[in-house]
T-cell receptor, first 114, second 116 residues
Framework: NAGVTQTPKFRILKIGQSMTLQCTQD?????MYWYRQDPGMGLKLIYY???????DKGEVPNGYNVSRSTTEDFPLRLELAAPSQTSVYFC?????????????FGEGSWLTVV | AQTVTQSQPEMSVQEAETVTLSCTYD???????LFWYKQPPSRQMILVIR??????QNATENRFSVNFQKAAKSFSLKISDSQLGDAAMYFC?????????????FGEGTQLTVNP
């Protein structure tokens, strides 16, 4: 049981490049989330999903896209990277079943856009 | 959308003493969960304590306890007998219940310093 796995852990992108952050969970969780965390700040919700085929915008979705074709995977796509997207990205998942109060986090992906 | 407010960007405490971190939230929902997470410099998210809104009893985990005031929408964290290892950023989080979309929202965090 690996929990939530994020890849890559570190990445440097040039302005204008695109990339995908991968997130996989092996716990059959319905709910998955993507956050970004800027230095000294809290976690801002980018996108979330309540199940395969269903996604919704969070607080800061601009510049990102997601898909949820399977229960396990929730990739985050960055199109035309900008320096403002330099941040640490976290993926998280939660089960739908009660009590549903355990949040599993990935270890984070450090992204720098230069 | 729900909001979570941590009004103390920084707090400090002497080792072995007690400190309380504040958190308030805004919601119209009746079914939700509240959490406190600890984040050391490694950025790992470590669950400290959680509370289901339908439970009136305050949650406790060893030296950590909460004061959950549902009517006031307040969820403060008390750390007793503070230890050097408690120094970290602490985040309060709110999760909507399943019938309300299960959105998960974090506060801006409180940086806790523990002085020897």
């Amino acid at each position: 049981n690996a929990g939530v796995t994020q890849t890559p852990k570190f990445r440097i992108l040039k302005i204008g490049q695109s990339m995908t952050l991968q997130c996989t969970q092996d716990m059959n969780h319905n709910y998955m989330y993507w956050y970004r965390q800027d230095p000294g700040m809290g976690l801002k919700l980018i996108y979330y999903s309540v199940g395969a085929g269903i996604t919704d915008k969070g607080e800061v979705p601009n510049g990102y896209n997601v898909s949820r074709s399977t229960t396990e995977d929730f990739p985050l796509r960055l199109e035309l990277a900008a320096p403002s997207q330099t941040s640490v990205y976290f993926c998280a998942s939660v089960t739908r079943q009660r009590p549903g109060n355990t949040i599993y986090f990935g270890e984070g992906s450090w992204l720098t856009v230069v | 959308a729900q909001t979570v407010t941590q009004s103390q960007p920084e707090m400090s405490v002497q080792e072995a003493e007690t400190v309380t971190l504040s958190c308030t939230y805004d919601t119209s929902e009746s079914d939700y969960y509240l959490f406190w997470y600890k984040q050391p410099p490694s950025r790992q998210m470590i669950l400290v304590i959680r509370q289901e809104a339908y439970k009136q009893q305050n949650a406790t985990e060893n030296r950590f306890s909460v004061n959950f005031q549902k009517a006031a929408k307040s969820f403060s964290l008390k750390i007793s007998d503070s230890q050097l290892g408690d120094a970290a950023m602490y985040f309060c989080a709110y999760r909507s219940g399943e019938t309300s979309g299960s959105r998960l929202t974090f506060g801006e965090g409180t940086q806790l310093t523990v002085n020897p």
